[in-house]
């Protein structure tokens, strides 16, 4: 059983073909990254794995699960979080709020009006916990639009884990991260137990190298190396592509 | 002639004051983004601006139709340089302010002219019939829709032919990359909403004769040049013109066939669109 | 005792004792017009501040609510059975209204919204053998609950006020719901919430039915106010007034909306007094509210009293010793 497979993937946008029979399985607990320059279909394979684009043809499974009919909101509900390149949270909430929507967001409580959600205490515990997980517990009644740009990346990983994902899709973490900074999330990740597989799309090498233990590298849409860390390292089609780097 | 041939003859007329109405709204919401409530408040202010200078200083026909064009240019092109300009950045405080004016034209309209609908005396060129194919046509309502394939044929040159119209296609379809490309978009968009503008005071003032002009005539006008670009897609000329003509047709017709259900009758198609096809208006430009 | 409960209990007092302070029955009268605004104020807010998704059509349900108690009562049909009618079938109009509309967000929205408002209109004024087109149709008389009758406006106005704390109420826990965070959530970042899992067309289309219940119960107060409804009532304008005042008092809050239809209505009847061109002056604060005042009132308010207590706090030498909240002093 595979964690997650994708198979034939196949996106266009008007006559741009931006996803080109994208092939792609991730062995439970594997740490996979996925790497290329800009422009090579990375995020666009995250959206298509997400549901919030639909392909032109192909599948995509989780844990054998067929997802590709199911609409985007589903997925989640099946063990699948990620986070965005570009930080998407709610900025005038508190981090435990925004936290909070992250758990309401798989539990039946998100339909009640009737409730007070202030008073949802072991919901608040577990978004406390969730904060505390990623070091953040302390900074859990500041709003949003008052932290650094390092928490709130921070926050966006712990919205993901809040939803206790299988899978989980890291869109470049570490993205304008100071050194510091890098170092925390890294030692975050490294953290995350087996149970959660992780895919991750990163430009940034060091760190990378150092999580992934399978490479997928992509170029114009398509894979064009996998393999193990050595392997791809070694490939010269990676140095090709990364001409300079 | 048969009462269906004259509904059909009205429904082409009305059509083509609707395209002069609904041509400028769908210019301007393709490039702007905004649906200019302010709109039906142009077509009605037109028609009451030419009618008084018809009426009370006893201009010629032809040139009260160019003084109520020229005028609302003026008044849209201050609008959206000293009101609109000045809320760039948000859709819906442009759309509220474009709802404000409305209300303070509606009102003032009320306040100059008072409640009674104004008519108008067609042109003495125009009056009467013609015969055309062994039928007996209105004059004056052949010249509406002879009018309003000229200024379709006109605005499609304009857009087609020209390095304006160019600008113009270019911002409706990426205003970021028009801005990038150099394109002024700023004055791109002061000159299509007094274009806009210009059509519908044009509009109202032709269509006063056989409309008259009426309070409550902008608020009639409006949702029909709605109807007529979700019908017609969005920045889309020729569909603002079949769009028009096709709502001509089911409004008139439906007046005589269902009376009470009229209005009903007139957005069914819209509800239909929306329901069908919902990413086909909005779907191009993000709402 | 917070800044809020302060307020809110002046409030109360001065809301339950206007029958005794304010001079004469018109003024009485003109309290309960005030609270029922406030109450359809309060529906178009929740899917304005709180879905982020503006109407310009909410007079069609506000008015399918009175349109309905008044065919009702005139079919001869008893006062609840028209108020359950009339709720279930503006629920019903609401139901499809929503449909519709959530076809699109943001700008469609508006224009959808704005396009069945004027279906309404012109369903009540042409509908003429159920609407009695432009004539209206008249309601006899209020009803008696619990045998006490609202002819008189004090009467009345008690059991509008009631009315009104029940969907204030009503309307506090909506929002403080989880649901509410949900909506909430759904106007802040849709994409994100749909990846986090949640319906949000469903939610909105909720909230829409929340939205038409409220507007239906500010529906069958009006037409027993005002014991008549008319084609006006379902226009354009009717439909801007209440974005208006949730724009004037600060869209997204409880109390915005009210302090919106309490200054409106109050220069709507203050002005009609001396000057007769309403529209007028709605079209003008309207583009004066947007170009000047975005925000709106009570948000407005709250900045400058925080600034100010700020600022009261400072002076205090307990301030000095106060801790900072970055975090522990190192």
């Known amino acids: ?245 | 002639m048969s009462i269906w041939g004259v509904l059909a003859i009205n429904s082409i007329t009305f059509g083509g004051l609707l395209f002069l109405l609904s041509a400028g709204f769908s210019l301007i919401f393709g490039l702007m983004r905004i649906p200019n409530l302010t709109h039906g408040s142009l077509f009605m202010l037109g028609g009451y601006v030419g009618a008084s200078m018809v009426l009370a200083y006893d201009l010629p026909f032809w040139l009260a139709a160019l003084i109520a064009a020229v005028a609302m240019a003026v008044f849209g092109g201050l609008i959206e340089r000293f009101l609109l300009r000045r809320l760039s950045g948000s859709l819906l405080a442009q759309v509220l302010v474009t709802l404000g004016i409305a209300f303070i034209v509606a009102d003032f309209c009320l306040m100059v002219w008072s409640g009674d609908p104004i008519s108008v005396r067609t042109p003495s060129a125009l009056v009467g019939g013609t015969r055309i194919a062994g039928l007996f046509f209105p004059t004056y309502r052949i010249a509406i829709i002879v009018i309003a394939v000229v200024v379709a044929a006109i605005l499609w040159a304009l857009l087609d032919r020209t390095r304006l119209g160019a600008m113009i296609r270019a911002g409706v379809d990426d205003p970021q990359m028009a801005r990038v490309v150099g394109i002024r978009v700023s004055r791109l968009f002061t000159i299509v909403f007094c274009l806009g503008a210009a059509l519908a005071g044009f509009g109202g003032f032709m269509g006063a004769p056989i409309l008259t002009v009426y309070p409550g005539l902008d608020f009639d006008m409006l949702p029909l040049a709605l109807v007529v670009v979700i019908l017609g897609g969005v920045g889309s000329l020729l569909g603002s013109l079949v769009g028009s003509i096709a709502i001509g047709f089911i409004y008139n017709f439906g007046l005589v066939v269902v009376p009470e259900l009229a209005y009903f009758v007139l957005f069914l198609p819209m509800v239909v669109v929306l329901v069908v096809r919902p990413q086909g208006l909005f779907g191009k430009q993000a709402p | 005792m917070t800044a809020t409960r302060i307020g809110l209990l002046v409030a109360s007092v001065v809301m339950v004792t206007v029958p005794l302070w304010v001079p004469g029955d018109y003024y009485i009268s003109v309290c309960s017009q005030i609270l029922i605004y406030a109450i359809f104020a309060l529906s178009v807010d929740v899917l304005l501040g709180y879905a982020g998704l503006v109407s310009l059509g909410h007079a069609g349900l506000f008015g399918l609510a009175s349109y309905t108690v008044a065919v009702c009562l005139g079919a001869g049909l008893g006062h609840v059975t028209a108020i359950v009618t009339a709720i279930g079938l503006t629920l019903a109009g609401t139901a499809v209204f929503a449909a519709l509309s959530l076809r699109t967000t943001g700008i469609g929205f508006i224009m959808i919204t704005l396009a069945l408002g004027q279906i309404a209109w012109g369903l009540a004024y042409r509908w003429v053998s159920i609407t009695n087109g432009d004539n209206g149709l008249s309601v006899a008389h209020r009803p008696a609950p619990f045998g006490i009758p609202l002819d008189a406006p004090s009467h009345f106005y008690y059991a509008t006020a009631v009315v009104f704390v029940l969907a204030v109420i009503a309307t506090w826990i909506f929002v403080h719901s989880p649901f509410g965070a949900s909506l909430k959530g759904t106007r802040d970042q849709p994409r994100r919430m749909t990846a986090l899992g949640y319906h949000v067309w469903l939610i909105r289309f909720y909230a829409c039915l929340f939205s038409g219940f409220l507007a239906a119960v500010a529906g069958i107060l009006f037409v027993y106010y005002t014991e008549f409804v008319s084609p006006p009532t379902v226009s354009l304008t009717s439909s801007a007034e209440p974005v208006l005042m949730v724009i004037s008092g600060g869209s997204g809050t409880l109390f915005g909306p009210i302090v919106g239809a309490i200054l409106i209505e109050i220069v709507k009847n203050v002005a009609s007094a001396y000057i007769t061109r309403w529209n007028m002056m709605l079209g003008a604060i309207f583009v004066a509210i947007v170009m000047f005042m975005p925000d709106g009132l009570v948000p407005g308010t709250i900045r400058l009293v925080r600034r100010l207590l700020k600022f009261r706090r400072k002076e205090s030498p307990a301030a000095a010793i106060e801790p900072t909240s970055s975090g522990p002093v190192p």
């Not at chain 1, 092939?23 to 996925?34: N, T, Y």
């Not at chain 1, 844990?63 to 909101?73: G, N």
């Not at chain 1, 114009?220 to 300079?244: H, Q, S």
């Open chain 1, 1 to 245: 059983m595979t964690a997650l497979s994708i198979h034939k993937l196949e996106k266009s946008f008007g006559g741009l073909r931006v996803t080109r029979g994208v092939d792609l399985v991730v062995a439970p607990g594997e740490r996979r990254l996925v790497i290329g320059p800009n422009g090579a279909g990375k995020t666009t394979l995250f959206n298509l794995v997400t549901g919030e684009l639909r392909p032109d043809a192909g599948s995509v499974s989780l844990f054998d699960r067929e997802l590709t009919r199911l609409p985007s909101r589903r997925r989640a509900h099946l063990g699948l979080s990620r986070t965005y390149q570009i930080i998407t949270l709610f900025p005038k909430d508190t981090l435990l709020r925004n936290v909070t929507l992250s758990l309401l967001g798989l539990s039946r409580l998100r339909w009640n009006p009737l409730l007070r959600l202030d008073r949802q205490h072991s919901l608040a515990a577990q978004a406390e916990a969730a904060l505390s997980r990623v070091g953040l517990g302390h900074l859990a009644h500041r709003p949003l639009a008052e932290t650094s740009y390092g928490e709130r990346r921070r926050v966006e990983i712990a919205m993901a884990l809040a939803q206790n994902p299988r899978v989980l899709l890291l869109d470049e973490p570490f993205a304008g991260l100071s050194v510091d900074e890098r170092r925390d999330v890294k030692t975050l990740l490294f953290a995350i137990p087996r149970d959660v597989t992780i895919v991750m799309i990163e430009h940034d090498m060091d760190i990378a190298l150092d999580f992934a233990e399978r490479i997928t590298v992509m170029h114009f849409g398509e894979v064009v190396v996998e393999g193990t860390r050595a392997e791809v390292v070694a490939d010269p089609r990676t140095k090709e592509i990364y001409l300079g780097e």
